[in-house]
């Protein structure tokens, strides 16, 4: 077995990675001062962005929740990789031919990568098998639905055999085990052994948002399959239903840039709207559409402000108006505003462009209308409204939702637009609204059981918003920042002398004294490692000292500034050390040789003081 990656390789490979590049194919990244980016945080729900990246230095710090690190602990902290396949995965992204430390070659991955490997060939396969004799019913029905040979090409829909073990066999010549297979969800284990999971179905690879095939979709095509209509990929380390979208590999770059996003309910119907233009569109894999998926889509979108939009298109049946309401039940997590778009006729998108055209696809996501109008309809249409005690049962059933509103400027809206709805009196709508506002946490507290048993208590981390509101600390932060983020562009000798001064701020001081003793502040990556060599519970101050914007609008400002700081730490020091000399000098007689050496000095510090002062 290959041994440890050369450390000259792992350094090389991170320094050849914009850790902006990959975290931005999961988060939307929007700049935040000089070198600093931000976006909401991957590893936990926040309305507004606290996750800050700085590409130069390859480091990111969440100041909501404290993770913090560089390009391999987000890969591992995310895919849930060891570091040995976080670094493999960025080398084979750039290229870059690992060497190990006895000398052999790569060794055969195992684990997650292995499994990713294995639906990337089984992606392959089922893609070469669309061409075959076989395949006819699955590109008849292709075709029947408006997509050519290229559309599917361009999603990657493929076709897998009738026969028990077509794929398994053509996987295992590439040497892929049947335990790796079993994990990946490709294959099943039976009483006679094991065979392929899809036979028979046109498949469409499901992809996470890097791209990667991480499990497949498959509809039945023959009469003799007695499976379900839709056959998933089961549950598998690399594949967790809850946390998936079809189609956001391809939706991803036009979601962030426009803050939009359309969601489908099937594979077909995100072919339809991408292939009439409306590119942002994904759809759920075989679940419904749930909190992961908001989260994920908001870190998609950069959902912090009501400017986005979510359009959900939902079939009019009883199963659309029930997937409704559950959307709706969750929209509340989104900034951005909601809204529902119903084909006519009850089409779904691909449907209504197999019927009219690509420009009706369009037509129907503009055509959407709030989903908070959506819901209400949907709570009155079964009572009868040209009756008194219709109307009051249509108004009690439809003001929760209104209730639920907690902005003071739509909710009066839609009382309103409830009112004339159901052709009341606006002030009872108003009152029943408000009496439904007040039922809500009493059913809340009806419905509590025990009380919850108390967490343990988090470990305490020093940051940045606990330090004292002093000149002194204010100037110790500043630098620290400056030296973090620009000190490797400073003169080394000023550079040097203002880092070995003693700060007065004892969490700040932690840091320093660490910044203090890197051997080599001119190396790419000196600032992440020195962080990881902060002791507890300073290690978060000095994430964020790394990651938080610098006050300045250039580069060249950031550096002029930081030399300024460090400047005035000099001096305060030479001030501090003068200060304690001129206390001792009154102490010692003046001719003894003592004295003759504090004179000496206070000579010394008034000309390193108009040194320093010459250099502004």
Not at 129 to 137: K, N, V
Not at 172 to 197: I, K
Not at 474 to 482: I, K, N, S, T, V
Request: glycine share 8%.
């Amino acid at each position: 077995m290959a041994g440890r990656i050369r450390q000259a390789d792992v350094d090389e490979v991170k320094a050849r990675t914009d850790i902006a590049d990959i975290i931005g194919e999961r988060v939307a990244l929007k700049p935040a001062g000089v070198g600093s980016m931000k976006g909401l945080c991957p590893f936990h729900d926040e309305r507004s962005p606290s996750f800050n990246v700085r590409p130069q230095v390859g480091f990111y710090h969440c100041f909501g929740c404290g993770e913090s690190g560089d390009v391999y602990t987000f890969l591992r902290r995310m895919d849930h990789l060891s570091f040995t396949e976080a670094v493999e995965r960025l080398a084979g992204r750039i290229g870059y031919a690992l060497h190990y430390e006895d000398g052999g070659a790569a060794p055969q991955t195992s684990g997650r990568a292995r499994l990713y490997e294995a639906n990337a060939a089984a992606a392959d396969f089922f893609r070469s098998q669309l061409a075959s004799r076989d395949a006819e019913t699955a590109r008849r029905f292709l075709g029947e639905r408006g997509f050519d040979a290229g559309a599917a090409a361009h999603f990657g829909v493929g076709y897998a055999p009738r026969g028990w073990s077509g794929m398994l066999d053509a996987l295992s010549a590439r040497g892929f085990r049947r335990e790796e297979l079993l994990a990946a969800g490709l294959v099943s284990q039976g009483q006679r052994g094991v065979y392929d999971r899809f036979r028979g179905r046109l498949v469409w690879p499901i992809r996470d948002v890097t791209g990667q095939t991480i499990g497949f979709g498959a509809r039945r095509l023959f009469d003799d399959d007695n499976g379900p209509k839709y056959l998933n990929t089961p549950e598998t380390p690399v594949y967790r239903k809850a946390q998936v979208l079809y189609g956001l590999d391809l939706a991803k770059r036009d979601i962030s840039r426009g803050h939009r996003v359309v969601v489908v309910e099937g594979y077909t119907d995100v072919m339809a709207c991408h292939l009439a233009g409306v590119t942002t569109a994904v759809a759920t894999c075989g679940t419904a559409f749930g909190a992961d998926h908001i989260s994920v889509l908001r870190r998609v979108m950069g959902d912090d402000s009501q400017a986005g939009e979510v359009v959900f298109t939902f079939d009019p049946d009883a199963a659309g108006q029930k997937a409704a309401l559950r959307a709706f039940a969750d929209a509340k997590r989104f900034n951005a505003q909601t809204y529902v778009a119903t084909g006519p006729e009850g089409l779904d998108p691909c449907d209504l462009r197999l019927q009219r055209g690509d420009g009706a696809v369009r037509g129907l996501i503009e055509s959407k209308s709030p989903m908070v109008e959506f819901v209400l309809d949907q709570r009155i249409a079964s009572f009868d409204l040209a009756s008194v005690e219709g109307r009051i049962g249509a108004l009690r059933a439809a003001a929760p939702v209104v209730a639920d509103l907690r902005d003071a400027l739509i909710q009066p809206e839609y009382v309103r637009v409830l009112a004339r709805r159901l052709g009341l009196d606006t002030e009872d709508v108003r009152r029943e609204v408000e009496r439904a506002g007040r039922r809500e946490p009493d059913d809340r507290r009806r419905m509590t059981v025990a009380p919850a048993a108390p967490e343990a208590a988090p470990v305490q981390r020093a940051t940045v918003a606990q330090l004292p509101r002093t000149p002194e600390a204010a100037l110790e932060r500043d630098a620290l920042m400056g030296f973090l983020q620009f000190g490797h562009r400073l003169d080394p000798d000023l550079r040097r002398r203002a880092v070995d001064q003693p700060f007065r701020t004892p969490a700040l001081e932690a840091v320093r004294q660490v910044i203090a003793q890197a051997p080599d502040l001119e190396r790419p990556g000196w600032a992440v490692e020195a962080i990881d060599g902060v002791r507890e519970p300073y290690r978060s101050l000095a994430s964020e000292l790394l990651t938080m914007p610098f006050p300045a609008s250039t580069v060249e400002i950031a550096e002029a500034s930081t030399a300024d700081l460090a400047r005035r730490l000099v001096r305060r020091g030479l001030q501090t050390e003068k200060a304690e000399l001129l206390g001792a000098i009154q102490r010692v007689p003046a001719d003894s040789e003592q004295g003759r050496r504090i004179r000496l000095r206070l000579r010394e510090l008034d000309v390193e003081r108009q040194r320093i002062d010459a250099e502004d």
